[in-house]
């Protein structure tokens, strides 16, 4: 089963990803840990975007799409992804589309997590307290959001119609938030 989850930063969409991860043995594609990856270890892409990550920025759709498909083409990963931050395009949202035709894959279920923008700050700066990640101070939180708004947000009028899209609403309890996902799922 491969699923979307959907929303703005701090939406809650990794504690989620982890606990499908167990539960239906997939993959967490987390394009943002992808790229923290990267420069943790350094690499040529990761000197191209700690700038940009650190700012909030978006990293370029190049890079990401190109790190992204070697997960979509391994063959142990195939209909078991669990996709969480991508797409935030709708750039990316297409590609993804074209991605997954040519690999014979589809998507079964896109949950979004919807959450206002008060609550967003809220956790995002205890997020910050607890996993120190050094783009979750205030400034930064606010222009990952407004980008939220302006390029993500209109994916959902790409896949909103599909059947397979349920809307969550995020500002619940992360126990209440799985039990509707699992709903969904069936399992
Ligand atoms: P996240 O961990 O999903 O909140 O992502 C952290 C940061 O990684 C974002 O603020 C962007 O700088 C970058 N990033 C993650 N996913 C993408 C993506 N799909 N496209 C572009 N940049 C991304």
Do not use: C, W
């Not at 420069?39 to 940009?52: A, E, S, V, Y």
């Not at 205030?138 to 990952?144: G, M």
């Amino acid at each position: 089963m491969n699923i979307i989850l959907f929303g703005p930063p701090g939406a809650g969409k990794g504690t989620q990803a982890k606990y499908l991860v167990k539960k239906l043995n997939g993959y967490q594609i987390s394009t943002g840990d992808i790229l923290r990856d990267e420069i943790k270890k350094d690499t040529d892409i990761g000197k191209k975007i700690i700038n940009n990550m650190n700012e909030g920025k978006f990293v370029s759709d190049q890079i990401v799409n190109s790190l992204l498909k070697t997960h979509i083409f391994d063959l142990n990963k195939k209909q078991k992804l669990i996709f969480d931050g991508y797409p935030r395009s709708l750039s990316q949202a297409k590609n993804l589309d074209s991605l997954l035709n040519d690999s014979n894959q589809k998507i079964d279920h896109i949950f979004f997590l919807n959450v206002n923008k008060e609550t967003i700050v809220e956790r995002i700066k205890k997020r910050k307290v607890l996993e120190k990640r050094s783009d979750d101070d205030l400034d930064t939180i606010l222009k990952r959001y407004d980008t939220y708004i302006e390029t993500t947000r209109p994916v959902l009028d790409h896949y909103s119609k599909n059947s397979n899209f349920h809307e969550i609403d995020g500002t619940m309890e992360i126990d209440e938030i799985t039990s509707k996902i699992e709903a969904f799922l069936n399992v």
